[in-house]
């Protein structure tokens, strides 16, 4: 006997195998994220006031990459609609695109991830007076870019500082601070803008911690990279999904045309969910 | 029959001319089913002495604190070097067995051999299927599980040993822990949350989709509805286990603190973390996946005694609709149970009262199967042999875990009772003498069909009979503890606690229940040593062991027993037509006292 | 679901560019209201997140077909939500009951 419904969907059900395997694979997917999110919830209501990351992200590279997102499952969509009137030269030619925007998405990513890596927060041990939305304020935590030899250097700790045996090093403050409501970034970063950023130069002995925006930063940071890293791990696996039905897996088209175009449904829904999970990290993340 | 399908035209023929595959196919690298299922079966047993054999050394340590470990106390010095030097089991070892003992029982013996195993090879069979819905899936379940475990054992190793923080891992102990045994608890328990929920894709499929013609749902035998729903258990409560094995792995390797707390002090320094983590986060998704987890062990095996109490009784099980419904009302509630495990984390009262309702409500559904079983009984001619003494042994074994249960699911009585022996008796008495006897009885029971031979009845009987006096022995004894206020997780067994008593205080430990650490002792190596004749009947049956004379040497009439022994590739001949419910046991006017699920009914010749 | 006809398929296609269209004009609605900075945080999370499920609905209902399916996948997916509503509430529910007279950080 041969395993039946591979192909064909079973009278009762209405359902080939896969199908059923991929909702049910979704239905975990589901839980899997919403573990995360849950995780996310919790500890956003839980946090110290003033002490939840927000605002640092770049919200038109998000946008972007947002949109490039959507095409991707639009050309997914449109591939599959293309093979079930037989068009499989146009298949070919969507679903290069979702491949290419998959690339595309995960490059733009790991730009944004790289960002981060090299810049700061720096709590010191002493109050500066710094200027934020026009006004002198006090602080003792700041925000902003560090420069040590020529160099502005990534995943520093307060831990690098001993054991570079860093004297001093150069830090260049962002005009906001997290602390800060929304509206007031918003206008600390117009007033700040075309003019020269104040710089300062403090010892090693000044620092409290120093951390790069590294999940260990902070609890936000630590949920932006888990979250975006295992969804980028997703796009990465459906893509390669994508690619192997595309190419190497092409040849079924000719022998099992139909089991062909369910394959191509169901790596597709794998594909919708990887971005319907991406509509919700977005707002999340890059502006909540 | 609402199933039926037009018939592909190449039946069985055409496969059949195949060239036989080399032996890495065939047995290593298998699609098959049963050979998943086989590999599942020994893979999970080796784990389950092997998880046994760390206990009855902490059970040593318990009961003699700080004396070597007799026999194997030399060999442990030399593997594990300074944290059993001189063969004495230190501390630090202690809590490394405990936490792999709960793991390795929980995620890599009783799931894999209740559902891997037992799964794997009987649900196919019995569904009328030729083989699970996706077969590489199968195999790669397998082979992540297979991974996962080797993740585990090796961190035994490791410098600094084993995760020590429990099999519950709680934050931020787990994660403050300066060793690396929980990073590699982290990573195996991924592989095997992954190996989970691929198995539980493919059942659910299979059961949906490749049901034989005419097997309608009300026609399943309750063994696959117990693994259906124990499918969906899997499916949607590991994955956020997952998530906060991810974020714990975060913890621990990238330094972020979703489980650590702002102003977090290690060894009297505060640490270098941001802070503001949330432990409870932790208990929360933990025992969101903890207890669907329990009804996991639990299904599958009440799906077996139902079968062998069925086959052996010669008649139809008594309220097969309830026994289906229970199983489904279970499985949902059981997602809404959890933080009764969390009553001594600071609840409020309406989230606790909530907790404690639903934990109540579930253990009516629970109530209705065991009650199902034991009506069951009434009235039939009952052939009492090893797997219906199990079986047997199951329905009182599970009554005691389950009523002693009732008591935790109280808060109040739970302030007492949290974290003390007597939790630790309630748990094993529905793992270990209830599900752990089912797997014993579904291993005589299906051993025929997996082998064509069955195993003795002699060596069976000695090894349930010393089975069940010896469990009892051992768990029986730490109600007492437990009820008397002994804690769990002591290396010494409560010895310096027990010191510190006022005499005739209450609630002191007393002589009488510090010396119940040795009966224990006893008893665990009693269990230890009837375990030997079960393992040389099962090597020694599959070549040695009585011939079967038919293909149905139980007279049963599941479809299992329907196909040549062993099944071949492919299972059936050609597919099986069902016109019967899964139990037709001693119907009147019949001239066997048994009618399988494929024959028609009379006049209705196919 | 398998017997679609050429004019079925044109029509489908119609959907899935007007969806297409429709995601990328709710994320400019999301990033725009952003913008303008509502007084209220409870009022900017509430439109940011109602917008995103209306897009997630677009994506679950057109493209991946949820509107037609079959009752099978419904039934599972009925059940992952309940579940995953049920473990998102009631952590949150637990974060907020605590015993009177507890202090917190």
Known sequence: MEIPYTAQPRKDTGLYNAKVGIWLFLASEVMLFGGLFSAYILLRVGATPGTWVHGLLNIPIGTFNTAVLITSSVTVVLSWAALKVGNFGRYRFYQAITILCALGFLGIKSFEYREKFSHYEVWLNQPVTVTRGGQEVQTDRLLGHIEYQGHHPAFWSTKTLAEKQVESFKFTPDPIHYKMTPKEMAHARKTAAGRKAEEFEFKAADVKRLSAFVPGHSTYFALYFTLTALHALHVLGGAVVIFYIWGPGAKMWKTDPERYTNRVEVSGLFWHFVDLVWIFLFPVLYLL | MQATSPKQSHAGHAEAHHEEPGFWSKYIFSTDHKIIGIQYGLTALTFLLFGFCLMLMMRWQIAHPGQPVPLVGPLLAKVLGGVAAGGVMSADLYNSFGAMHGTIMVFLAVVPLAFGAFGNYVVPLMIGAPDMAFPRVNMASYQAYVVGGIIMFVSFFIPGGAAQAGWTSYSPLATSIPTDGQTFWLVGMIFLITSSLLGAVNFIATIIQLRAPGMTWMRLPFFVWAQFVTGFLLLLAFPPLEAAGLMQLMDKVAGTSFFLPTGLAVGGQLADVSGGGSPLLWQHLFWFLGHPEVYVLILPAMGIVCEVISNNTRKQIWGYKSLVYSSLAIGFLSFIVWAHHMYLTGMGTKISTFFQTTTMIISIPSVIILTCFFISLWGGSIRFNTPMLFALAFLPMFGIGGLTGLPLGFSASDLHLHDTYYVIAHFHYVVAPGTIFALFAGIYYWFPKMTGRLMSEYWGRVHFWGSLIFMNVVFQPMFAQGMAGMIRRMADGGANYSLARVPDAIGGLSDTIMSLHTLILWGGIGLGLVQIPFIINVFWSIKHGRKVTSDNPWDATTLEWQTPTPPPHGNFAAEPTVHRGPYDYSLPGKAKDFTPQNEPDQGGKH | ?105
């Open chain 3, 1 to 105: 679901m398998s017997d679609h006809s050429h004019q079925d398929i044109a029509k489908h296609v119609k959907i899935y560019i007007t969806v297409f269209v429709a995601l990328l004009v709710g994320t400019i609605i999301t990033v725009a209201l952003n913008y303008l900075h509502f007084d209220s945080m409870a009022l900017t999370i509430a439109i940011a997140l109602f917008v995103a499920t209306i897009k997630a609905a677009l994506v679950a209902c057109y493209f991946m077909h949820l509107i037609s399916e079959r009752k099978m996948i419904y039934l599972i997916m009925a059940f992952t939500v309940f579940f995953f509503i049920g473990l998102m509430f009631l952590t949150l529910g637990a974060h907020y009951d605590y015993p009177p007279n507890t202090t917190t950080l």
